[in-house]
């Protein structure tokens, strides 16, 4: 079997369609065609486009101008790095002919389909309309610099300030995070938009300019609903709510009798995050399996190369907080659902085959585990008081996900290497919800295992009111013979996305570096604390503020090791950062090591970058030996 399931030719980089009304719809723009496709001899025809079933692996895309008239030839190839059969895609030009000079057309949609649209219409305006809850209304979700933006090819970008340290050159910093393909019809989450990749290439050379790139995730969904010119599959963060909860199901499962839609080829979004391991770089999100995809080391073009099951040994899901340790090169992660095992751990080797489940029964109720930790030799697992409970839509008349008060929040320690879950410990650690892990490490001969997280103290906030949540970031120190926890605050200030020197995974180390909420989710700017002052009051060294009106997302560390001089805080802070009052954007360099974490390089961004969620710096090398 294939462990990669590679998207369809990339025939749309072509502008979204928009509409012109949030709730009823409106006429849009038509999306681009279905690329036609010759069968060869031996091969099936493909899928029909409404099922959306990946069949083709194109080579870098075409300009928009040309990409609607090339035919689309399919082959099958071995890649000899991981002996996976992919797809891949050759093109014969057609005519040139400018896109301006074509008619737009909105794809008819079937009878099937113009029920289901007219059902989701009755739902969104009589049972639920947006306008009731404010944090799903997508004239809120979706305004100032949370609006969608179309793709953008590869740019060059001036240097404004400063030079871009050598330890950059020639690597790329790729931010992920929800970008909706169509403005949706009800309501919306922050968490619902489709990925957009937003890559910067950083020169070799000095004399060279910056390349940024914005293009969409083309996961399963992706497709489907550029196929159909209109959202197609269901909102799972917004849309899932009491009544019309179970009513907005009911048009989901009629999609699905009527091939509109196959639950089968994934529903994710991969809006979350990136990885890179075994030759390959991934976008993540935790409702299906990573996507593929590859930035171009000489032009800087993104693509999407598919869905990938590893040989059919990955199945539903995977957390899009993987770790990478990084003295092995091991990737350890998990998934988890609403169904027993609730949690399933499982790593991948240096060259990215994946080994067994390891399922994990222990956990008592599903709960919303986003990320984990792990040390030299154990796997940190929290049970949280967001917990999913289905029911609750149909008996209670609320939602699927929120939160449970009366739940005591645990912490499982595992080892890393366990073959099943007979040394699991779960340690009681009331009133700490961690959505996000910073480090864990372990001291005193590994009798005692230290975690650094930042703490969610309105945890009822997290989905609804983001703006009102407030995380303390805290050290945790677990006793492993004793069975002790205690807890020390780091930092008053409202601190999350912390990140180290990605060396320091899993070991002891001294320094993180954090977005300050202001408030959450936009980021007004980066806090450095020195963990080494725990217990000794703010352990915060270091602090940037970006300005009035100016916000930025989760920062990024890059270790110098060019010109370093091997110190754990030796390198540089990056991130976007977009000033609300101009409109401008900008890629900032930080130095990590100053006490005011001064900017020593910004790029001028030729187009608005929106607020997202993680990123990573993806080196040279790693570009340069990319898997096909």
């Known amino acids: 079997m294939s462990d990669l399931y590679p998207a369809k030719a990339n025939a749309a980089h072509a502008p979204r369609s928009r509409r012109l009304s949030y709730i009823s719809p409106a006429a849009s723009s038509a999306a681009a065609p279905n690329p036609s496709y010759r069968r060869r001899k031996g091969t099936s025809p493909p899928p029909p486009s409404t099922a959306a079933t990946a069949t083709a692996l194109t080579s870098p895309p075409k300009p928009v101008e040309q990409q609607e008239t090339e035919e689309h030839l399919v082959d099958t190839s071995t890649n000899n790095a991981t002996g996976t059969r992919v797809a891949t895609a050759r093109t014969s030009r057609a005519t040139d002919a400018p896109r301006s000079s074509r008619p737009r057309r909105r794809p008819t949609a079937s009878l099937q389909a113009a029920f289901c649209n007219a059902l989701e219409e009755a739902i969104n305006t009589f049972v639920d309309p947006p306008v009731l809850r404010p944090s799903v209304d997508p004239r809120h979700v979706l305004s100032a610099n949370f609006a969608p933006v179309d793709e953008l090819p590869p740019t060059p970008c001036p240097v404004v300030r400063g030079v871009i340290p050598r330890c950059l050159a020639g690597g790329a910093y790729i931010r992920n995070g929800p970008n ?98 075994g030759g390959r770089l991934y976008a993540l999100g935790e409702s299906d399996l990573p996507y593929a995809v590859r930035v171009d080391p000489a032009t800087g073009e993104v693509t999407t190369l598919g869905r990938c099951d590893f040989g059919g040994r990955l199945s539903m899901g995977m957390t899009a907080h993987p770790k990478k340790d990084p003295i092995t090169g091991e990737l350890f992660a998990f998934r988890y659902g609403p169904m027993p095992p609730f949690v399933t751990y499982f790593r991948f080797d240096p060259a990215g085959n994946k080994g067994a489940d390891v399922p994990i029964f222990s956990v008592k109720q599903p709960s919303f585990l986003h990320d984990f930790a792990v040390t030299e030799h154990y796997a940190i697992f929290p049970e949280i ?70 703490n969610i103290l309105s945890i009822e906030h997290t989905l609804e009111r983001m703006e009102l949540i407030h995380a303390s970031v805290e050290l945790v120190r677990i006793n492993l013979r004793t069975g002790n926890v205690t807890r020390t605050p780091l930092a008053a200030a409202n601190l999350d996305f912390g990140v180290i020197n990605p060396g320091c995974l899993g070991r002891r180390n001294r320094y993180g570096y954090f977005g300050v909420g202001d408030p959450m989710p936009k980021i007004g700017g980066v806090a450095k604390l020195d963990f080494d002052r725990a217990g000794h009051g703010d352990c915060t060294v270091a602090r940037r503020d970006f300005g009035p009106g100016c916000f930025a997302g989760e920062p990024f560390f890059v270790p110098d090791d060019v010109e370093g001089n091997g110190d754990e805080d030796d390198g540089y802070v990056v991130c976007y950062v977009h000033d609300e009052g101009t409109g401008d954007n900008r890629f900032v360099v930080m130095d990590a090591q100053s006490p005011e974490l001064d900017i020593v390089a910004e790029v001028q961004l030729p187009s608005r970058v929106p607020y997202g969620f993680h990123g990573l710096f993806v080196t040279k090398a790693e570009l340069r030996s990319q898997h096909q």
């Open 180 to 277: 909706p393909q169509h403005l949706p019809r009800g309501p919306h989450h922050l968490f619902d938009g489709d990925g957009m990749l937003h890559s910067l290439l950083l020169p070799t050379a000095p004399d060279s300019d910056p390349v940024l790139c914005s293009r969409y995730v083309q996961t399963y969904k992706y497709i489907v609903e550029r196929n159909a010119g209109e959202p197609v599959l269901p909102n799972v963060f917004s849309g899932f709510h009491g009544l019309a909860g179970m009513a907005r199901g009911a048009v989901t499962a009629a999609r699905v009798l009527t091939g509109q839609m196959n639950p089968m080829e994934g529903v994710g979004l991969a809006n979350t995050s990136l990885a890179v391991f």
């Open 385 to 454: 008081q967001i917990v999913m409970n289905p029911m609750g839509m149909v008996v209670g008349g609320g939602s699927p996900v929120g939160a449970d008060p009366g739940m005591v929040p645990r912490l499982g320690v595992i080892p890393k290497y366990a073959a099943d879950e007979s040394e699991m410990r779960w340690f009681e650690v009331p009133g700490f919800n961690m959505m996000h892990s910073v480090n864990a490490w372990e001291e005193a001969g590994g009798e005692e295992i230290v975690m650094v997280a930042p």
